[in-house]
Antibody, heavy 126, light 108 residues
Framework: QITLKESGPTVVKPTQTLTLTCTFS??????????VGWIRQPPGKALEWLAL???????RYSPSLKSRLTITKDTSKNQVVLTMTNMDPVDTATYFC??????????????????WGQGTLVTVSS | SYVLTQPPSVSVAPGQTARISCGGH??????VHWYQQKPGRAPVLVVY???DRPSGIPERFSGSNSGNTATLAISRVEAGDEADYYC???????????FGTGTEVTVL
């Protein structure tokens, strides 16, 4: 059974750095093909993909936020960490982590987010 | 960057079919995935690879994709289908993941 859970501060001040941890079970991030991603959702707004880290440590970032994001993994602890620098009130959102592995799609192997954490609300306020 | 556009809302009577569109440039050559999200909950994958269903998802959920529009269809709509729905693709050219703008489905 795959589970993921996000943890981190509920409130951060503007200009601070946010560090979120995704702790998971039921799979290993050292297994070929597996990936973990971060997605956020401001209150009342749409989902926004942030970052993804693959089993081989390859990483992808949202182009609009790339300069502020870092995603890392600790395979031995079954954790993925996302840091976001220079937080602003517009970054107030629920942050989700999600499991992904390649599926056979029409266009070739593709990744979908098939298991999600419950999400953690982060408020940016002074 | 690649943009996916959905109608903000769709209303449907119980027992009818809801159709939710997802527009994107040449989306027909991409694999489209759909998520259902109920208030206060994490999204749930309901359709992937245009028209495949994860285990446990009813056959009432189906998808299609051609040209510049992908569509999620929910047949025999039930009150429990009320939720926000998001499409998602992987943009191969940029190796980035993109979500649509989201559609709120209301069951009348």
């Amino acid at each position: 059974q795959i589970t993921l859970k996000e943890s981190g501060p509920t409130v951060v001040k503007p200009t601070q750095t946010l560090t979120l941890t995704c702790t998971f079970s039921g799979f290993s991030l050292s297994t070929s093909g597996v990936a973990v991603g971060w997605i956020r959702q401001p209150p009342g707004k749409a989902l926004e993909w942030l970052a993804l880290i693959y089993w081989d440590n390859d990483r992808r970032y949202s182009p609009s936020l790339k300069s502020r994001l870092t995603i890392t993994k600790d395979t031995s602890k079954n954790q993925v960490v996302l840091t976001m620098t220079n937080m602003d009130p517009v970054d107030t959102a629920t942050y989700f982590c999600a499991h992904s592995d390649p599926r056979d799609c029409i266009v070739g192997p593709c990744y979908v987010f098939d298991y999600w954490g419950q999400g953690t609300l982060v408020t940016v306020s002074s | 960057s690649y943009v996916l556009t959905q109608p903000p809302s769709v209303s449907v009577a119980p027992g009818q079919t809801a159709r939710i569109s997802c527009g994107g440039h040449n989306i027909g050559i991409k694999s489209v995935h759909w998520y259902q999200q109920k208030p206060g909950r994490a999204p749930v994958l309901v359709v992937y690879n245009d028209n495949d269903r994860p285990s446990g998802i009813p056959e009432r959920f189906s998808g299609s994709n051609s040209g510049n529009t992908a569509t999620l269809a929910i047949s025999r709509v039930e009150a429990g289908d009320e939720a926000d729905y998001y499409c998602q693709v992987w943009d191969r050219s940029s190796d980035h993941y993109v979500f649509g703008t989201g559609t709120e489905v209301t069951v009348l």
